[in-house]
């Protein structure tokens, strides 16, 4: 009877109790975000970013226009990898939780792209909505691989300097956010590749992508092979990236896309082309990277196939390299027989660095003694941090310390081309106290003042970056093994035998030259050579040059042209070739590659056999092998880096040996 009694009473307290339904989440929730095209940021006429070549081709024969808007952006239709800003036109309309067009909301929302990061002024990083609809642009940079728009219910993402926001068309920040998200469609973007973040942005020779974490190349275990996106025509277009280590220092290594697209001359704004590459083609692919390390990278050997490279993208004195890096190894080729060591390396073969790609024109300037001192000289640029050679070029003969208030540095130099000269870089005054080491810098860096016509390393420069200044290969005739890859540089005269043979034909050069400049001249047949002013030949004290010999001399007061005369009539017409040294200069570091060459010696050293290997340096000249970094202050800018002693090779001075430990030049 009790237990009935307990069992009513919980009966009764349970017909008691009732049910409160939890209240529905309300509000916003997301927006829907529409694409409606795909813009180079302030291009006038507005143009559309084009898609690449393999897609333009497959719709329209190539026709940019012919690609429909819908499939611009696709997986299968990338848009080309924008080196700058773009701007993405979009539709927004708020949804709220039910996932319905929310006409309630109204009030400001930002933009986001990822990848990428937005640029310009404040309009084009958020918009505000009006019933829960809007339009707006966003406009990004460093755009690559798979993005997405971003619409937030967030603040304003803002620069920031000096400390301040930096003023601009901020919205009216309202009382409360709600972090509510929404993203467009995939919008696929050409993948990276080192060609694609080593271009320029423009004249200044800097990636469009500095700051940037990317990845480049792919290994099976993520996907498909990265392929190349070249021009149809181009042998590399669809083929695999590959990447090759083409070699290494103590802070990192070096990496060369073997498969990168050719790159046409003039395809890229800002370049300063003075002479045009016979092939219509950049010489470098921009297709090599440095990888920073930090240290140097164990497992790795020069040779070796990567799947991959990844890093931070970044600049450091204008060279590009990557930071922070990861890789995954292709194939190591030291676990191959030795003689298959550099079977990949054969693929990557040194660009010679001539007057042509040190950007001379055909007629001689201000800057023709630094190689590639321009800035936009983008035929340079395209082999930065790739293997490149010189030919026959001189060591110095003089080190000269230009740190005269021995604080470890001295002033580096620009050229003033209205004037001339060489001097500060901005401006300048008499009472600046860096006008003196200045001027020694700019006298021994270019042989000038009192180091004319010689090769002078500044020593502070060398003492602390190990960098010297190496003399390039004259202009002039191949025969003589001379560099003839600028054609207006080279002068041509064609000296007649005499009609009685007691009488000498004198035949003068069309061009005139200055006092102090160093002429080439060669000749087919054995001539006599004077030196004198445009109507007569000069003194009556011939410079016999036998046949196919090179003539070295330096021009001097009241000689102006060159007068040849045939040496034996019974030869016929003698062909010469004369050319002005431009007594280029380009910066070589040894020290790592080849430690015990010394470089800084003196020819009187009480040492009999230092003094002796010192004149074997100076009386030779060398060709060299190395990677090609830019260093923006440095004067020359671009500095050559050897790999090991068999990267360089000399030719010994007459009846002389090479210095210890170089090797001969197999061929002279």
Not at 151 to 172: F, K, N, Q
Not at 367 to 372: K, N, P, Q, R
Not at 479 to 503: F, K, M, Q, Y
Request: proline share 8%; with cysteine.
């Amino acid at each position: 009877m009790k237990r009935f009694a307990f069992l009513s009473a919980v009966a009764l307290a349970a017909a008691g109790c009732y049910t409160d339904e939890t209240p529905q989440p309300t509000g916003l929730s997301s927006f829907k975000v529409t694409v409606k095209g795909f813009y180079v940021a302030d291009s006038n006429p507005r143009t559309a970013v084009p898609v690449v070549d393999t897609c333009a081709a497959a719709h329209g024969g190539g026709s940019q226009a012919a690609v429909p808007l819908e499939l611009r952006g696709t997986k299968d239709c990338r848009l080309s990898m924008p080196r700058s800003a773009v701007d993405v036109d979009i539709d927004i309309q708020a949804l709220d939780v039910k996932g319905q067009p929310m006409e309630s909301f109204n009030g400001p929302v930002s933009f986001r792209t990822v990848p990428g990061n937005l640029t310009g002024p404040y309009r084009y990083r958020w918009v505000q909505l009006t019933n829960g609809v809007g339009s707006g642009t966003v406009r990004s940079s460093q755009l690559y691989g798979e993005a997405h728009v971003w619409v937030e219910d967030d603040p304003v993402e803002v620069d920031y300097a000096d400390g301040a926001v930096v003023d601009g068309e901020l919205p009216v920040e309202p009382a409360q956010r709600t972090a509510a998200t929404g993203l467009s469609r995939s919008v696929f973007f050409e993948e990276p590749t080192i060609s694609t973040v080593q271009v320029p942005q423009n004249s200044d020779q800097l990636t469009a992508y500095a700051g940037t974490f990317m990845r480049i190349g792919r290994s099976p275990e993520a996907g498909s092979p990265l392929l190349q996106n070249c021009e149809p025509d181009d042998p590399n277009h669809n083929q695999p990236v590959t990447l090759l280590v083409t070699g290494m220092d103590p802070s990192g290594f070096f990496v060369t896309d073997l498969t990168a697209c050719r790159v046409r001359e003039g395809s890229i704004p800002g370049a300063n082309t003075q002479t045009a590459e016979p092939s219509g083609y950049f010489p470098g692919r921009f297709n090599s990277i440095y990888i920073y390390n930090y240290s140097y990278p164990e497992g790795l050997d020069t040779g070796d196939l990567l799947w991959s490279i990844a890093g931070s993208v970044q600049e450091f004195t204008a060279t590009t390299q990557l930071t922070f890096p990861s890789w995954s190894i292709r194939e190591k080729v030291r676990l191959l027989p030795q003689s298959e060591w550099n079977k990949y390396l054969a693929l990557a073969p040194p660009t010679e660095i001539n007057g042509r790609l040190c950007g001379f024109s055909g007629s001689p300037y201000i800057t023709d003694v630094m190689c590639g001192y321009s800035y936009g000289n983008y035929k340079m640029e395209g082999l930065e941090s790739s293997l490149v050679k010189v030919r026959r070029v001189k060591f110095p003969t003089v080190f000269r310390n230009c740190d005269a208030n021995g604080n470890g540095t001295v002033p580096f130099f620009c050229p003033d081309a209205r004037n001339g000269v060489f001097g500060a870089c901005g401006a300048d005054t008499p009472n600046d106290p860096d006008v003196p080491e200045r001027q020694c810098n700019v006298d021994c860096t270019l042989g000038l003042g009192q180091y004319r016509n010689q090769v002078c390393a500044e020593k502070n420069t060398y003492d602390s970056f190990g960098q010297f200044v190496v003399e390039m290969v004259p202009m002039g005739a191949p025969e003589a093994g001379l560099d003839n890859s600028v054609a207006g540089r080279l002068h041509t005269i064609n000296a007649v035998p005499p009609v009685a043979p007691a009488t000498e034909a004198w035949t003068r050069s069309t061009n005139t030259y200055s006092i102090g400049v160093t002429l080439n001249i060669w000749c087919d047949k054995a001539t006599n050579v004077r030196f004198g002013g445009t109507s007569a030949p000069g003194p009556a004290s011939n410079v016999a040059l036998p046949a196919a010999t090179r003539l070295e001399h330096l021009m001097d007061d009241n000689q102006m042209v060159v007068w040849v005369s045939v040496a034996d009539a019974a030869n016929g017409a003698a062909r010469c070739t004369v050319s002005q040294h431009p007594r280029a200069r380009i910066n070589l570091v040894t020290k790592d590659a080849v430690p015990d060459l010394v470089v800084n010696c003196n020819e009187q050293d009480p040492d009999a056999e230092l003094a002796r290997q010192c004149k074997l340096l100076h009386e030779a000249t060398f060709d060299i092998v190395g990677h090609m970094r830019h260093v923006s202050a440095a004067r020359p800018r671009w500095i050559i880096l050897p790999r090991n002693q068999d990267d360089l090779c000399c030719y010994p001075g007459p009846g002389l040996e090479c210095p210890k430990p170089i090797k001969p030049c197999v061929n002279p």
